[in-house]
């Protein structure tokens, strides 16, 4: 099975700042997604990038990019200039081929300080 | 632009109760999902389908019932609550399966 694993269970940013969140994934799927999702003290999941894994470029979506390393399986969320509002959960999550679930991390709580 | 929008936002029920979370959604999607979020967990895949009139088992089906006999709605059934299904429920749908899943803003459900 699948599996992802987000090893920083909190982080703290100053405003204005990059942060990197990180996820790494352990399959033998050759064709797969991993996907990052946000979700604000309000409780919706937001949708932010995604990667294929055939994608030849790094995913980028404003103020997002997914840094993505195929050989050592991790797709780590950078978010450039911090902004008081991405204070949230961050999760990461799979997608194989052959599956109809996204399978997700355990989330990483991120706090940007003014 | 509605998206996905899951009724109700709120509910407590007392343990054997049934109820059933609706789910509807108009961007045409052709799949849709039914998670849980449980504290300290991402989410995880109760049933979902693949078209209308389809379903299919996810990762943790037991106690859960669905039913999708409209493309645009997806229901979740809970025959006999439990506390053990305490949790907040998302709905979810894509226009294929390895694309994002958009999400509803989440059921609460309390189960005593």
């Known amino acids: 099975a699948q599996k992802i694993t987000q090893t920083q269970p909190g982080m703290f940013v100053q405003e204005k700042e990059a942060v990197t969140l990180d996820c790494t994934y352990d399959?033998?799927?050759?064709?797969?997604?991993l996907f990052w999702y946000k979700q604000p003290s309000s409780g919706e999941m937001i949708f932010l990038i995604y990667?294929?894994?055939?994608?030849?470029q790094n995913a980028t979506e404003g103020r997002y990019s997914l840094n993505f390393q195929k050989a050592r399986k991790s797709a780590n969320l950078v978010i450039s200039a911090s902004q008081l509002g991405d204070s949230a959960m961050y999760f990461c999550?799979?997608?194989?081929?052959?599956?109809?679930?996204?399978?997700f991390g355990k989330g990483t709580k991120l706090s940007v300080i003014p | 632009n509605a998206g996905v929008t899951q009724t109700p936002k709120f509910r407590v029920l007392k343990t054997g109760q049934s109820m059933t979370l609706l789910c509807a959604q108009d961007m045409n999607h052709e799949y849709m999902y039914w998670y849980r979020q449980d504290p300290g967990m991402g989410l995880r895949l109760i049933h979902y389908s693949v078209g209308e009139g389809t379903t299919a088992k996810g990762e943790v089906p037991d106690g859960y019932n669905v039913s999708r006999l409209k493309k645009q709605n997806f229901l979740l059934g809970l025959e006999s609550a439990a506390p053990s299904q305490t949790s907040v429920y998302f709905c979810?749908?894509?226009?294929?399966?390895?694309?994002?899943?958009?999400f509803g803003d989440g059921t609460r459900l309390s189960i005593l």
């Open positions: 399959t033998s799927d050759p064709s797969y997604g």
């Open positions: 979810a749908s894509s226009y294929s399966h390895n694309q994002p899943q958009h």
């Open positions: 999550a799979y997608s194989g081929a052959g599956s109809y679930q996204l399978t």
């Open positions: 990667q294929g894994s055939y994608d030849q």
